[in-house]
């Protein structure tokens, strides 16, 4: 993430430096519509983005899962820009959403990993993540830069149609240059989310929630649990509980809560109510300096405080290193997860 933010974000200039897309800041700036089209990890990413663009650059934005998008008729017009996010660059759906798309006449952002791989060779102009390579099969790094590329592309674009305030902007960036500090700080958890992890590795279910841009990292963290250690596990909006969900909710379910100071804060205090009240086992991740979440949960992991569009690029590290654990202590391969592939090309 480092390497990802270094020389992109010059917060003494105030400049963002997006290489391949510079030409076409000014166009997506005039769009009316995005169209976000990826898989697994990259879709959770795409789903961040979404949030981020519009509320930053008030463009409507559709995030759709490349492997549905390519078998049906999607309603793709001239002027539509899609974005393909991509760790490995070579996604056979998401290829064939490329293709999809263009027959229709939109123009292809990629956002890649992988220098010189078929997804950016068949976009129109993109960026890459430079986040290195994914030593294991299931997405991690690529998740924070993939969501780091996004947010600067949404902050470029917000800042040329003038609907980022000048102070927002540049808190925004000051905040982006801090991220590789907040992350290191929250890896020092490690040993207490060994810990939890011990803890709930003979679980055979998990419910992942959380609301606003906290939302698709509640997905995120329940993929990962699945992708790597094999228990079945679920993300929803904390807002959806009430319409299903909750009646999975028992003195046996774990329930992860994404739950950290933000517009959403008061919203989640009460789903967290709603979860101790039927004696659900509350695991959150909370803002550092937190007095109330942490009477009422039963572990909590705390992050820093920083801006909250940024909140995703720090509290999926917990979710992943729970995952982590867990899989380790279930004698899983975390590196080789059984059924997948590192690149999905059929
Ligand atoms: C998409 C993806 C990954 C997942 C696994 C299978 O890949 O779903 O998110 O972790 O490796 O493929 P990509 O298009 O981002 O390379």
């Known amino acids: 993430v480092a390497d990802c933010l270094r020389g992109r974000v010059n917060a003494d200039s105030g400049h963002l430096v997006l290489g391949g897309l510079?030409?076409?800041?000014?166009?997506?700036?005039?769009?009316?519509?995005?169209?976000?089209?990826?898989?697994?990890?990259?879709?959770?990413?795409?789903l961040v983005a979404e949030y981020i663009f519009e509320e930053l650059a008030r463009i409507n934005v559709e995030v759709e899962y490349a492997s549905e998008f390519r078998?049906?008729?999607?309603?793709?017009?001239?002027?539509?820009?899609?974005?393909?996010?991509?760790?490995?660059?070579?996604t056979a759906d998401t290829l064939a959403a490329i293709?999809?798309?263009?027959?229709k006449g939109a123009t292809i952002l990629g956002v890649c990993n992988v220098v010189g791989a078929s997804i950016p060779r068949a976009s129109h102009a993109g960026a890459y993540t430079h986040a290195g390579p994914e030593i294991g099969v299931a997405s991690t790094k690529a998740f924070t830069a993939q969501v780091t590329v996004l947010t600067q592309m949404a902050i470029a674009v917000a800042s040329k149609k003038g609907t980022l305030h000048e102070d927002t902007f540049?808190?925004?960036?000051?905040?982006?240059?801090?991220?590789p500090?907040?992350?290191?700080?929250?890896?020092?958890?490690?040993?207490?989310?060994?810990?939890?992890?011990e803890k709930f590795k003979d679980a055979r279910n998990f419910i992942y929630l959380g609301r606003g841009y906290n939302f698709p990292v509640a997905l995120e963290g329940a993929l990962k649990l699945k992708e790597i250690s094999y228990i079945h596990a679920e993300g929803y909006p904390a807002a959806e509980m009430k319409h299903g969900p909750i009646a999975l909710i028992d003195a046996e379910m774990p329930v992860v809560f994404i739950a950290t100071k933000d517009s959403s804060y008061e919203k989640v205090v009460s789903n967290i109510q709603e979860v101790k009240a039927r004696k659900g086992i509350v695991i959150a991740i909370v803002t550092e300096g937190d007095k109330l979440i942490p009477t009422m949960a039963d572990y909590t992991i705390e992050i820093p405080a920083m801006h909250e569009a940024l909140i995703p690029l720090v509290s999926v590290i917990p979710l992943q290193l729970l995952s982590y654990y867990i899989a380790v202590m279930?004698?899983?391969?975390?590196?080789?997860?059984?059924?997948?592939?590192?690149?999905?090309?059929?």
Do not use: M
């Open 22 to 46: 510079r030409d076409y800041t000014e166009k997506l700036s005039k769009a009316k519509r995005i169209v976000i089209v990826a898989c697994g990890t990259s879709w959770h990413a795409g």
């Open 71 to 90: 078998y049906r008729n999607p309603i793709i017009k001239e002027g539509d820009f899609v974005i393909a996010i991509s760790q490995s660059g070579e």
């Open 99 to 103: 293709e999809l798309a263009k027959s």
């Open 170 to 179: 540049r808190r925004l960036l000051f905040e982006l240059e801090r991220i």
């Open 181 to 197: 500090s907040k992350i290191e700080k929250v890896l020092k958890s490690d040993e207490k989310i060994r810990e939890i992890a």
């Open 330 to 346: 279930r004698g899983c391969n975390v590196d080789q997860p059984r059924n997948l592939a590192k690149s999905v090309t059929v």
